[in-house]
């Protein structure tokens, strides 16, 4: 029996289970995505789910590890992967800087995201620890 045969230039994506380093601070442990970028719904899944099994409360993402679409509003990339964390009443920390041209709906985003408790923009990981440390 032969293999069959794919056309020229075929391509399948494998998807490659996320790591994370857990910190726990009192009783919030939070999974830091060690690699790789979110570039649409089926990684924020995947990254929710493995997180989730590790029982975490929170997922720390540096802003390169989020493609740049997420930062753009219109593509609906954002919408998506927040929608994701909810659902699963799994928190959310962005740490890191923003992109230099940020529209005035993403500065509203931000500002109104960080006025809660599942989704947060910070400076950089020791602000984001420190906000879940006050929490």
Do not use: C
């Not at 293999?3 to 009783?27: C, I, N």
């Not at 993403?106 to 995201?113: C, D, K, M, V, Y």
Request: overall charge negative; charged content about 25%.
């Amino acid at each position: 029996m032969t293999a069959p045969t794919r056309p020229r230039g075929y391509s399948r994506r494998v998807a490659l289970e996320p790591e994370f380093t857990l910190t726990q601070l009192g009783d919030l442990t939070v999974a830091e995505l060690l690699a790789g970028v979110v570039q649409d719904e089926r990684d924020a899944t995947d990254l929710v789910g493995n997180a989730s099994f590790l029982e975490a409360d929170y997922v720390l993402l540096r802003t390169d590890q989020l493609a740049p679409e997420f930062f753009d509003l219109s593509s609906g990339l954002a919408g998506a992967v927040t929608q994701k964390f909810a659902n699963y009443r799994l928190g959310l920390i962005v740490a890191g800087p923003l992109p230099r041209v940020a529209s005035a709906s993403l500065e509203a985003f931000i500002i109104e995201s960080n006025r809660g408790s599942l989704l947060a923009f910070v400076p950089d990981r020791d602000a984001a620890l420190l906000r879940l440390e006050n929490r």
